[in-house]
């Protein structure tokens, strides 16, 4: 949430200036903040895939039960204060705003703070953002593969004035086609009529090949 938000932003905004990407800061991770982010910005490898997780209501869910939708795939946690739930906010409206044909889309949450996020959790938190959202949690394990395929990078944060603790992480809506395959991302803090804008011709598209 926090630092790597506002690093994604600031990346966008250096690229609309022509500028050079910045530099990693955080180093703690197997691969930095900012080497995910370029690799997602600039589509360097493969991004999505398979995960194998549990949604809010407890059922094994994988990605190839959405096959014949697009998915809009969030990964964040629900403690996030301010941009998770201002994204998935977007993300429910784009898919009311789609009408009739947003019923082939399918809003996907991922949480990368599994040990707080349990599905009982989730089941509370999902319909705050649409009734069709689904929340996916895993073991530690299953959370990082998933994050790997996507290119998500996370990573848990102490506070020292708390008890508590958060979790900085990469904050992409990443758009994946009816066949599973990977279409693009929406930076953090993209409104609901861009989401729409891009993905009603993709679904045009499919109803009328
Ligand atoms: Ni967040």
């Known amino acids: 949430m926090r630092v ?6 600031a990346t966008l905004m250096a690229l609309g200036l022509g500028a050079v990407v910045p530099t990693a800061v955080v180093q703690s991770a197997e691969r930095t903040a900012a ?7 600039w589509s360097r490898e493969p991004i999505g895939g398979r995960f194998a997780l549990t949604d809010q209501n407890g059922v094994q869910r994988t ?20 941009v998770c739930p201002t994204d998935l906010q977007q993300m429910g409206l784009a898919v ?5 044909v947003g019923e082939l889309v399918q809003p996907i949450f991922i ?8 599905p009982e959790h989730l089941k509370d938190y999902m319909p705050l953002f649409h009734q069709r959202f689904i929340g996916l949690s895993g073991d530690a394990g299953a959370t990082k ?12 944060v102490e ?10 992480h990469s904050a992409f809506i990443y ?22 804008d891009v993905i009603r011709p993709l679904i045009e598209s499919a109803r009328h090949p």
Not at 96 to 100: P, S
Not at 112 to 118: A, F, K, L, S
Not at 175 to 196: E, K, N, S
């Open 4 to 9: 790597t938000h506002r690093r994604a932003l």
């Open 35 to 41: 080497e995910l982010m370029d690799t997602v910005m």
């Open 96 to 100: 009311d705003q789609l009408g009739n």
């Open 111 to 118: 949480t990368v703070d599994p040990e707080r996020d349990t």
């Open 159 to 168: 506070r020292r004035d708390l008890s508590d603790y958060t979790i900085d």
């Open 175 to 196: 758009l994946m086609d009816r066949d599973g395959q990977y279409r693009g991302f929406f930076p953090p803090g993209t409104p609901a009529d861009r989401i729409v």
């Open 63 to 82: 990605d190839a039960d959405f096959r014949g939708k697009l998915m809009l795939v969030y990964f964040g946690f629900t403690y996030c204060p301010d």
């Open 145 to 156: 593969e998933a994050a790997r395929v996507y290119q998500v990078y996370y990573e848990r």
